[in-house]
Structure formats: C-alpha cells, structure tokens
C-alpha cells in the first residue's frame, strides 16, 4: 500500500460505531434468486451469494471503463513451513489459464484489458479494467469465476513461472531498502508468519511442489473465502445478473478452513542486525511493533508515526536532513489483521559517520514526545493529509475497487468510512500516549545488539473484530457524482475551449467530475542555443529549488500549502479540486516567478541530488540506460541536447554554484510562453481570467529558438558493463531510424511494435517466449518512440534477467527477432493488436491527467485530437503485409546496439 492509503487503514480503531443501513429498506432493484442484499454505503452496495462470496458493487457513470476485483482472504500469514512465497506464486499461476479459458492472456489483449494481482500478508487480490461494455464485463465475470475454482495450476506452468518469480526476488535483492525490509520482518518475529515476506525464501519458490500449491489453491479459493468487487461504468441490476449466472453457479465448499493459533510474545529486548553488501549509500533503519490495524491505538500509533517521518515537516527530517547528517528520512506502517509494525529510515552519504545518525534517530523517536509534546500544528497537517487521501480514493473507482481489498482484508470494507468519520476524533494526547506505550527501548529493532539487565516490555493488547467496530457505524447513503462524459475524439474537440495569449496557449475542458477534481498541464519554453549552452545541470537545480522557497513562503509554509490546496502531483503536472484551483494557479504562478534560493536549501539539495546518483553507481538497470544514452548521443558537451553520462553529472553537481542556479532562473525561466492544459471540474470564465492575469506577464529575458534532436547515424554497438554482488542484469537494445509520426510508415510499425513487444500485459513475442515459454525474465518489452516535429524515432527493449541467464535472454530475444523478419506476423496477430491499441487508447482518454498532458502536446504542435482519430483510422487499415514490411524496413539487427549491465561472475556473457 501507498504510505497515504497505510494511513487511512490505520484509522479504523474507534470502539464505537453506528450501525449500516438496513439492507430491507434501501433494497431497489429485484434480486436474482439466490442473491441477498446485506447493505449500502454512499451508493456502494453489498450482496452475498448462498455458496457464501459477497459481492461489493460501486456504478459510477463518469468513466467508460469498469473495474473487475477478486480479493481473497489469504496471504502470506497463511503458509506453512517450507511454502512461504506459496499465495504470490500461486498469484502468477492463476494468470496461466484455467478449464474453460485456456489462454486469457490472449484475450486481455485482445479486448484491452489492464491486469494485475498483488499479494500481502493477509489477503491475493487479482483485478481487471477493460473499456465499460456487457460484453467484457460478462467475460472477465466468467474468466474470475472459472480461475477460482477450474484454474489449471499446472507443473509445466510452475516451472517456467519459478523462474520468473525467482528473478522477481532478484530484482528485490538489488534493493537495499527491500533487503532490509526483510530482514526487518523476520528480526521482529519469532514464530508469526508477519515475519516471512510475502515473496518468500528463495529455496521454497525453487522447490515447491506442484501438489502443495494444487491443495493450497483448493482450499482457499473458494467463494465462502473471497470477495468480489466491480466498479465503474456498469448495470447494477445486468451485473447482479451476470454474477449469479457466473459465480452462482460454484458450490459451496464443505471444508473448514483452519484458524490461525499462534502469537507473537512480547518483545523483551532491542535487537540489531548488520547488512553488508556493496553499495553506495548508508541506510539506518528502526522498527517498532504495533497493534493491529483495529485496534483503538492504532490510528495514534499512525498519526505519531506521521508526524515523526513526514518531508519536510516532520521531526526526524528537521533533526536529520538539514543539518546534513542524513539526506533523506522515511517512515511507514505495515497495517494488519494482527498486530504489524512501524519502520522509521535514513538514507546516509558515505562519507558521514552513521552512529551520529542512529543515535539521534533513538533520541527523536523514543524521547521526543516527552520533551514536546504534538502539537495542535502537526496533528492538524497529518490528519488534513489522511482528509484528502480519504477524498482521492472515491474520486476514482477503478483505483478505490482496488484498494478496497486492504479494508477487506481486514475484515469489513465499510471500515474505509468508519476511518474517514472518525478523523476529527484524534486527539494530540492520544498520539502521546501511543509513542510513550510503542517506541520504547525493548520494543525496537536496530542494527545493533546490546544487552541489557533493565527491559522495557510493550505488551500489544487483542484488538475488537470488525463487527464490533461496526455495531453502531451510521453511514452516509450517498457519494459524490460526476457526469457521464463521452470521451471520443470529437466531444473533446467540442468540449475544449482554444485561446492564445500572445506566445502562451490555452486548452481548456470543463466537466463535472466525482469528488470535483480537475488537472493541470504546463509547459514553458525558454532559451536557445547559445542561452543554454552549458547550463543543463544548473537549469535541472533551479527547477527542483523553486518550491524550497519564494519572498513569502519557506519551504515548510510551501508544503503546507499544497497540502491545503489539495494539490497531488508535480508542479506543472497536477491534480487538485475545483474550488482549490485558483488558489493553486496562484502558488504555482509565485513559485516559478519569486524563487528566493535560500543556500540552506541549495546545499540540502546539491547532497540529496549527490546521494541519489551515488546511489545508481552499481545499479544495472540505471548503467544499461545510461550506457546507451551516451552511445546514441551525437552532441558535443555543453549542448542543451548532450547526453551527460551518470559520472559526469556528480562532477557537475559538486562543481556548480548557487549563483549559476539563480542566473539561470533570472535570464531565461519564463511564464510568457508555452502551453496550459486543465480538464475536469472548474469554472472556465473564471480560470481564464485567473491564467490571463497570472502567467503572459512574465516574459524570460533571452531569446527563444526550438532545439529538436535531429536523426544522425550512431554505429551499432556491443557493451557490456560489470555491476558486481548483483543479482539482477539487463539487456537493452536501441536503434534510431528516420521516421515521424505523420508519415505513411508509423501506423505499421506502431502495430507491429505492439505485436513483437510493445504490449503492457504478458502477451507478445517478447514475453511469450522470454517469459510465459522459457521463463527467463520479470520484465520484458519494447517500445517504440515516435518524432513529432523532426523525423527521428527510437526502437528499444529492455529485459531484466538473471545474470546466469543473459546470454540465453539475448539469443532468444536475436531469435524472435530473426523469427518477425523471416516469417513476419500473422493476419490473426495484427486484427488483435489493431482492436487492442484502440481500446487501450479508450481508457487513456478517460483518464484526466492522461488528456490534458495530450491537449499540451497538441497546443505545442498546432494539432487537435482529430490528429489521433486519424491515426487510429490508419491503423485499423494496416494490412499484414504492410505491418511485416515496416517492421523488416526499420527493425534491423544489424543496426542495434546492445547493452548488458549485469555481474560478469555469475556468468553474464562477454
């Protein structure tokens, strides 16, 4: 979960609640037979089946799309002995096909689907989005019921998807934060399965055996063990029916699944541990064991823990980071059915003595409180946070059927509103009490052993069940609504009202959106040749300084207000409500033209930035990008279009000045020129005001002139670079070719792109052989960028691997390659790419964020979307022979340059 959806789950522990809504009295739509309704919650309603699967179902009209969630009551928590990893295995198996859906991957390409599973310590959880229509939904409804009880959990698919998985824990391996998170884990249990991650030991996903996962799947996926969500634009009353027609029709199983006996003693002693491996930066990690996320601390222990670990109001950032001990701290809660944890972290540059940091880690959070109690300030900016977290969440149903599976887990999804009703029950002696109880000596996990004869125990407390929480829950009967917006290419050409401002231009699109959001797209265009000549790096730090401080915010005052204004995003990308729109206009507008540059900041900065690229020293999957950005760049050092490599950028960084950071704002940032998009809830006329007096005043002081890259031959090329003590490797491949958006080519090779690698899923060439045949990378795929203005477009995979398995990735990846030129793509191929390009691009439209950075896109290059429907006409069109000669045309392995990063001990190929 998301550190703001941690928050959320933690507020559930109230004792009293006020009871639901009765499911007789707002029962509305006449129920199939065999389907009972239980309650509603804000126009969210749930049923249950007799064979026991409840079904939680959320219409929303404002989006074309529906979103389809299986979450089931199992996890980790639940493996045995010599299983652990078992739930996420089994969470890629169930992808691999079942009785009567033999290969769905397939089909969710075919129809655009997005999928996904995720599995956590008490809950799997698998969903689907796809474009609204009776046809999907009946059929991801079906394809969910027959993968809980027909899917095949075959040998032969265990055995390719071990290794898959196997690199999956490889690629956490090369993480220091994941590594310590595990060992975090099991250092804070003894006998609780909270202490296994869920991606489990490394031998148990090598050794399992077919029949342990087979008995695992049928024990626990099962209806009386599941709960399924839709979401989005759907019939109430035609999905009630299809879910009876699909799920109805699975028994109910007659076995009894096992309760879980064991828990964990009380702590009785700090503990330490040590990871060594190579690295490039310092990392110092405490964690504290809490209560379940429903008990009646917990919301204190979440809010004290927020309150302690927030950037850049929070006390351990203001003890750490500007004093330059530490250049980035973070803080997060585990939520859980049981009692979980809280971990508090430092990053830390290689040069600094890490004792200093630990201890005054200690000091801040098993002291602090006793020296200063919350303030009224700190609670009020955590609980403002968890306010908007609450409002984002039902602002989007796709995402919010997701997250649901938390609460579910849990025990009772209505616990989200519980939460959310409760926020302005938090009292700041609540959270003193939490940290006096919980962050105590005894109960903490270091890096350290030190005995000692004086212990000071923690006992956890039993929480209450989610019944009891909800005994007396009074819910709100309705939520927000938006409107039902048709997101074809001609209603936001109609709906989008166009305007220049001399060099400044305008798109605007009005319409009413759940939870009232709206989003914002800027760009601004300065400079030229001459004017950036040498100055990437200082250009890179006045942009990251802007929001560190103006004439008449600091920074904290700054955070403070975009957590006020409801703002999410970047600073010219972002989201936020319609009544907080102007207001953030407004912040933006004073960020980009009164900068003040404090030199605190600036160095503050200057050691983060510096630390981040330490950071990415030994990192192959940063190297291998970095390897080929320099070998495909044909600029001269000091040109705005040269590629730095990641060495030469920390020797930047060490040498620029703050005087060259604010030259560079003073001479050429400007708001005069560039493009504005906004799409979603907000006043038009008075928008345009706010813009017209905001931003065109502010002229940059140089000259303007576009820089494109241009095409220019690179020779191809074979690289490859040692990352030692890692165990994950990729492979990269690039060629540039002459070609544009626009031209008669682009439409061919963008499908057959799509066919050979390009798709996101797990179905293509790429990833049918490298990952669902042989069973050798997590990651694969290709992707195709197109030029716009000058003709110059890229070609690229990229595959992460084990070491060991790099020479056979790539000679499987020359192979299919070879396979596409010699006997190109079938018409069955490019009829299913073609109808999934068109729907996958259905479901960006309906995404605001995702429109309105087009609309700036399109502002920049005089086009409108009619430019994409024409597009898209040109692709429907493509025939298969026009598809293979594109690809044979501009696909030439005899011009790819290669890259491998990766540890040449382990066999990586030389």
């Keep these: 979960m998301n550190q703001w959806m941690r928050i959320l789950v933690c507020l559930l522990s109230l004792s009293m609640l006020p009871p639901t809504v009765d499911a007789r009295q707002s029962a509305s739509i006449p129920l199939p037979p065999g389907v009972e309704k239980l309650t509603t919650v804000e126009g969210i309603s749930e049923y249950r089946l007799v064979n026991g699967l409840r079904c939680i179902l959320f219409p929303d009209a404002t989006k074309p799309t529906t979103t389809v969630n299986v979450t089931y009551l199992v996890g980790s928590h639940q493996e045995n002995y010599g299983e652990t990893g078992m739930a996420h295995l089994l969470e890629h198996l169930i992808f691999k096909g079942s009785k009567n859906f033999v290969d769905p991957a397939r089909q969710f390409k075919a129809r655009g689907f997005e999928i996904n599973g995720s599995t956590w310590l008490d809950r799997t959880n698998y969903y689907l989005t796809f474009p609204a229509s009776e046809d999907n939904l009946n059929w991801a409804l079906a394809w969910s019921a027959d993968a809980m009880v027909n899917s095949f959990i075959a040998r032969k698919d265990l055995d390719s998807e071990m290794s898959v998985v196997r690199n999956e824990f490889e690629m956490g391996e090369n993480n220091p934060s994941s590594v310590m998170l595990k060992r975090m884990q099991s250092m804070l249990f003894d006998w609780h399965n909270y202490g296994n991650s869920t991606i489990g030991a490394r031998s148990d996903i090598e050794n399992v055996k077919i029949e342990n996962l087979q008995a695992f799947y049928r024990r626990y996926y099962q209806p009386d063990n599941a709960v399924l969500t839709v979401a989005g634009k759907f019939d109430e009353r035609q999905a009630l029916s299809m879910i009876a027609a699909s799920f109805g029709k699975l028994p109910r199983p007659t076995r009894v699944l096992p309760k879980p006996w064991t828990v964990e003693p009380t702590a009785d002693g700090e503990r330490q541990f040590t990871i060594r491996r190579k690295g490039e930066v310092q990392l110092v990690a ?72 630990r201890d005054k880690m200690i000091e801040v959070i098993e002291g602090g409180f006793a020296k200063e109690a919350v303030t009224t300030a700190e609670l009020g900016r955590a609980v403002e946070q968890s306010r908007t977290a609450y409002e984002r969440a039902l602002a989007d149903p796709e995402a919010f059927a997701v997250m649901l599976s938390e609460y579910i887990a849990l025990g009772d999804w209505r616990l989200f509103f519980y939460g959310r009703d409760q926020l302005d029950q938090i009292r700041t002696t609540q959270l003193d009490a939490a940290a006096a109880k919980y962050f105590v000596r005894d109960n903490r996990v ?111 005052q700054i955070a403070d207000q975009l957590t006020r204004l409801k703002v999410q995003g970047r600073l010219t990308h972002f989201e936020t409500t319609r009544d907080k729109l102007p207001e953030a206009l407004e912040l933006v507008a004073q960020l980009l033209q009164d900068p003040s540059f404090p030199p605190d900041e600036f160095e503050e900065l200057r050691r983060e930035t510096l630390t981040t690229l330490q950071s990415q020293l030994d990192n192959p999957d940063t190297l291998s990008s970095d390897a080929l950005n320099a070998h495909f760049n044909t600029y001269p050092p000091g040109d705005p279009r040269y590629h730095s490599p990641l060495q030469e950028r920390i020797g930047q960084l060490r040498q620029v000045s703050l005087d060259e950071v604010i030259r560079y704002q003073r001479d050429l940032i400007g708001t005069a020129r560039g493009e504005i998009a906004i799409v979603g809830d907000f006043d038009e006329q008075a928008i345009h005001d706010k813009l017209l007096q905001l931003f065109p005043g502010h002229i940059s002081r140089s000259p303007y002139q576009r820089l494109d890259r241009e095409y220019r031959r690179v020779p191809p090329q074979r690289i490859v670079i040692d990352t030692p003590d890692k165990e994950n490797a990729f492979l990269r491949a690039r060629l540039d070719m002459r070609l544009r958006d626009d031209d008669p080519d682009a439409a061919a090779l963008y499908v057959a792109n799509d066919i050979f690698g ?129 690809f044979r045309k501009y696909i030439d392995p005899e011009q790819l340059t290669l890259v491998i990063a990766g540890d040449t001990r382990k066999g990586l190929a030389n």
Excluded at 449 to 470: E, G, H, K, N, T
């Design 758 to 886: 390009g798709h996101s899923g797990l179905s293509s060439r790429l990833a049918d052989r490298l990952r669902q045949k042989e069973g050798l990378s997590y990651s694969v795929g290709s992707s195709l960028s197109m030029g716009s203005r000058q003709p110059l477009s890229t070609w690229a995979v990229a595959v992460m691997v084990a070491p060991q398995n790099a020479a056979r990735a790539e000679q499987a990846f020359l192979e299919e390659l070879q396979r596409a030129r010699r006997d190109g793509f079938s018409t069955a191929e490019v009829a299913a790419a073609r109808k999934g390009i068109i729907q996958a691009r259905a479901i960006a439209r309906s995404q605001d964020n995702a429109v309105a950075s087009r609309w700036q896109s399109f502002l920049d290059l005089d086009r409108n979307w009619q430019f994409s429907k024409d597009f898209e006409a040109r692709l429907m069109a493509v025939t298969p022979a026009e598809v293979n000669a594109a």
């Design 286 to 357: 405490l964690a504290y064991r809490t209560p379940s996320s429903l008990h009646p601390e917990s919301e204190a222990v979440s809010m004290a823990t927020e309150v302690l670990g927030d950037t850049p109001n929070g006390r351990l950032y203001r003890a750490l980071v500007p004093t330059g001990l530490a250049t980035e701290v973070f803080a997060y809660g585990i939520d859980a059915r049981e009692p979980g944890f809280v971990v508090f972290g430092a990053l830390v540059n290689k040069s600094e003595a890490i004792d200093r940091v």
């Design 446 to 556: 270091l890096g350290t052993f030190i005995p000692d004869d004086l212990p000071q125990r923690a006992v956890v407390p039993q929480a209450p069940s989610a019944a009891m929480l909800l005994a007396n829950f009074k819910p709100q009967k309705n939520g927000d609504a938006g409107e039902a917006f048709d997101p074809s290419y001609e209603n936001l050409d109609r709906r989008t009202r166009r305007q220049t401002f001399g060099d400044l231009k305008l798109a605007l699109l009005p319409k009413r959106n759940r939870g009232r959001t709206v989003n914002v797209a800027m760009s601004f265009r300065w400079g030229d040749e001459n004017s950036l000549q040498d100055r990437n790096i200082a250009g890179t730090l006045a942009i990251a300084m802007l929001a560190r401080g103006t004439s008449r915010l600091n920074r904290q």
